[in-house]
């Protein structure tokens, strides 16, 4: 906790610039500070609608509230010191800083069971040595993805306890928290929950781990779901803990439970009760819920085309440049190596078992990456212990007294190989993939028209409802007093094809649709990622003819400060 306190102190000391000027650079962090603002100016607890995008009637998402605890918490104990302002500015920086403590407290425990008691340090070092995993800790990085990670953590930490009814209560509980939050970690629940039941095959004597663990689970998750998900999230939706999966994981945790409970002597028997038990519940979900067997999100085949399926943190990460995957796959592949062989030394001591668990998790996590290139952080926290114990091995070889400066440097060559820093080093070195100058432009006017400063201006313009990028709405609504129609989130699906159609069709089709929505305003950013793909896909379209300088007599240009990023027009 010394070693947490130390490292949220220096990132809130290093990134203070962007603290000051609320740089929430993701879409999601933007709509969780809104959510949080929402819950203090006196939001239903259950009401998760927000009122700024696609207005009047506004749009669900399908998020819960319990990652606005903290956040509030923060803004309700600094704002009579500091002002509002203020106050959201040092939460959104402070409260990202919290689940790593969790994460590197649930770290230093699996390497002290598993490495060695004195191995815990190691394990920070490797965390903050990551890139993709790190940045979800980051300040103002206040969206959900910290805290899941958190809970995988602990989800690892409780597979390795020795304390079987307590490492259950740990993977069941941290399983709970997880789902409440969203079901991006359900992959990982669900491999979670079975390591721990082929553990129980293998050695009946693991059955106080299953129990306690099946308790957890289906108590923690009915908790969750009643506390915690919105008016929206009662009803049969597959894309975050609803009925649907809330009674899928209360089954499964009771089938679990009479396992535990019955725990014949021959593993073979265990097997095919196991076997049955993982049919009725698939089973179960298959016949109740025929509608959750495609796509989660449930969005049509045209969003799915032009959008979801264009997320770039949802494609494989074979098809990203090698300038990004690289650096993301070292780590669990130098971890999964680490874990393997950590596994077979094991093979006649206790740590067998844990070792065993880390190295299925390490192997999934990075087969994971195949899928979507999101797995990134979860896959680079699951190979720090595998990386640890490759570490821990050369350490005797290091730590004798003689050359001790060759060693020292040994040393930190070895770390620089193990925890997978050397790939940015041979990126950079060998101009990889190096970024060409249309996409350092593109880049470039992304990140402009997000800052605050480029923003504020348009405040000066009465509140009305803006038509603007998807991409750029939630970021509009959380820097300005306006509105608008769209932002990334699949729930607000026909706004998303509203927007795509409306810049990519005719310019009397784009005025229709800005009419529709009761838009006054039109606010573009040049050069802006979403702009390039209206360009490229619909030539002629609207929003091309109006890059190239194109007017109409339906837009009035409006002007908004010298240097401004942005092109706005008043819309009659």
């Known amino acids: 906790m010394l070693a947490w306190l130390g490292i949220a102190i220096w990132y809130v000391w290093q990134r203070w610039a962007g603290i000051h000027w609320l740089s929430l650079g993701d879409t999601d962090d933007n709509m969780r500070l809104m959510q949080v603002r929402a819950l203090l100016d006196g939001q239903g607890w259950f009401d998760l609608r927000n009122y700024r995008l696609n207005p009047p009637g506004g749009f ?62 190691l394990g920070i070092a490797l965390f903050l040595a990551t890139n993709v995993l790190l940045g979800m800790f980051m300040p103002d ?36 928290v997880s789902l409440t939050i969203g079901l991006e970690m359900l992959p990982y629940a669900a491999m979670a929950g079975a390591i721990i ?123 990203h440049p090698l300038r990004i995957a690289l650096p993301i796959v070292t780590l669990p592949l130098i971890g999964l190596i680490g874990a393997v062989l950590a596994t077979w030394q094991a093979r006649r001591q206790p740590s067998l078992r844990g070792w065993a668990c880390v190295a299925l998790f390490g192997a999934f996590a990075a087969s994971m990456l195949l899928w979507q290139a999101r797995a990134g952080p979860a896959a680079q926290l699951l190979a720090v212990p595998g990386a640890a114990a490759l570490a821990w091995l050369a350490l005797p070889l290091l730590a004798a007294p003689r050359f001790w400066l060759a060693k020292a440097a040994a040393a930190a060559g070895l770390f620089v190989i193990v925890s997978g820093s050397f790939t940015p080093i041979v990126i950079d070195s060998f101009g990889v993939d190096r970024p060409s100058a249309y996409v350092r432009r593109v880049n470039k006017a992304t990140g402009r028209c997000l800052t605050l400063p480029a923003m504020r201006p348009l405040d000066r313009y009465p509140a009305q409802t803006v038509f603007t990028f998807v991409d750029l709405g939630p970021r509009l609504i959380t820097l300005t007093h306006h509105s608008a129609i769209a932002g990334p989130y699949h729930r607000n699906g026909d706004a998303i094809l509203d927007v795509h159609h409306a810049f990519m069709r005719s310019p009397a089709e784009a005025r229709a649709i800005m009419k529709r929505h009761g838009a006054t305003m039109l606010l573009v950013c040049p050069d802006m990622a979403e702009s390039t793909n209206y360009r490229a896909k619909a030539r002629g379209g609207f929003y091309d003819r109006l890059a190239k300088g194109e007017s109409f007599d339906w837009l009035t240009p409006l002007p908004i400060k010298q240097g401004s990023p942005f092109r706005a027009f008043r819309v009659k």
Request: some cysteine; aromatic content about 8%.
């Open 197 to 319: 039941a082929l553990a129980w095959i293998w050695d009946r004597g693991e059955r106080d781990r299953l129990a306690v663990y099946a308790l957890g689970l289906a108590g923690g998750t009915a908790a969750g779901f009643a506390g915690f998900a919105s008016d929206a999230n009662r009803l049969y939706r597959c894309d975050a803990l609803t009925p649907v999966y809330a009674s899928t994981v209360v089954l499964a945790g009771g089938l679990l439970l009479g396992l535990a409970m019955l725990s014949p002597q021959r593993p073979a028997v265990r097997l095919v009760l196991a076997i049955v038990a993982g049919a009725l519940v698939a089973g179960f979900f298959a016949l109740a819920f025929p509608q959750c067997l495609g796509r989660p999100e449930q969005v049509s085949d045209e969003l799915y085309t032009s959008w979801l399926s264009q997320v770039r943190e949802a494609k494989p990460i074979y098809r």
């Open 60 to 121: 669900n998402i399908h998020w819960s509230r319990l990652v606005d605890l903290p956040i509030a918490a923060l803004i309700v104990v600094l704002r009579p010191f500091v002002g509002v302002a203020e106050a959201e500015r040092l939460a959104c920086g402070i409260a990202p800083l919290l689940p790593l403590a969790v994460t590197l407290a649930a770290l230093g425990a699996t390497l002290r069971r598993l490495v060695h008691p004195l191995a815990w340090p």
């Open 141 to 176: 990085r206040i969206d959900h993805h910290g805290w899941q990670l958190a809970m995988l953590a602990v989800t690892v930490a409780g597979l390795c306890d020795p304390r079987r009814g307590r490492g259950g209560a740990l993977v069941g509980g941290a399983t709970a």
